[in-house]
C-alpha cells in the first residue's frame, strides 16, 4: 500500500478516500506528517477521516482513532449502520482501535505536567499509542484545545503531540471543528501541521454542495481547486476532475 516519494526515502500512505489521492501528486500523505481535517459541523470530517483507517486496516496498517468529546460508541455504530464500516472484526484483530478519552480532565492533566517540566513529559502521556501504529486520527483537536485554560500550554501540547506521531512514524488526521481558509478563529494548529484539508458544505441556490479543497500540503505537490465530493452510502467519494464553481 506504501509508495516511495520521487525525491527521497519519503514513504507515503494514500489516504485511500476514494477520489482523494488523485489530488496529491505523490499519492497520499508523508509517514510522519499530520494534516488538519477541517470544517464546519457535518460537513464530513469524522467520515474521512474513519473510511482511510478503516480502509487502512483492511490493508494491514494499525490504526487509532481517539474520541475526545465523541462518544465512541457513537461513531462506531453510525459508521456501521450509515456505510457498513464495521470494525468488530478488525477490533477483535488488533488492528483498529477505538480509544475514548475526556477532554477536559485530559487537557488539565498535560496542563500539569506541562507546567512541571516539559521536556520531562512521559511519552504516553503526550499520547498513549501502541508500540507499533501507522495512522492516527485525534476526533478533535478542538475539544481538546478549548479544555485547556491556557494557551501557551496548548501550543506546547501541539508541538509534542505532532513530535510523537512523527516519532511514530505514522500519520495522522487532527479534526478541527472550525471553518475554512481566513476564518478569524484560525487556532495554531493550521501553521504547525503539514497540511490542512477544508471540507466545505456550501450553499448553492436552494441546495447544498458538499466540497473540498487542500490548501496547505508540504510534502506534494496537490490540486489546488475545490472539488465537490458526495456522502453516500458507501462514505465520501472526491471527485478530482470536477469543479464546484
Ligand atoms: N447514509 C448517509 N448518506 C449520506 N449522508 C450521510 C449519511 N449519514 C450521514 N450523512 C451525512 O454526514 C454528516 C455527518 O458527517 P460527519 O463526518 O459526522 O461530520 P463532522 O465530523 O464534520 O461533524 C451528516 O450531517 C449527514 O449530512
Ligand atoms: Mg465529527
Redesign the pocket.
Known sequence: MEKKGKSDDAVFLPTLVPGMDKMITNGGIRRGDVVVIR?E????????CFQSLYNAALGGENVVYICFGESSKKVKENMKS??GLDIEKLEGDGKFKLIDLNPSQFASEVEEALAKNKAGMEQDAVLKLPSKVDRVVLDSLSAVSDSFTHRIYYREYLDLIFSRIEAKNAIGFA?VERGGCGDVSEGPENYMADGVFV?YNLKKEKDRVRALEVTKLRCSNHLKNTVPFK???RGIEVYPKESVF
Not at 41 to 48: A, E, R, W
Request: cysteine-free; overall charge neutral; aromatic content about 12%.
Open positions: 470544517g459541523s457535518g460537513s464530513g470530517k469524522s467520515i474521512f450509515n456505510f479534526i471540507l456522502i453516500t452510502d
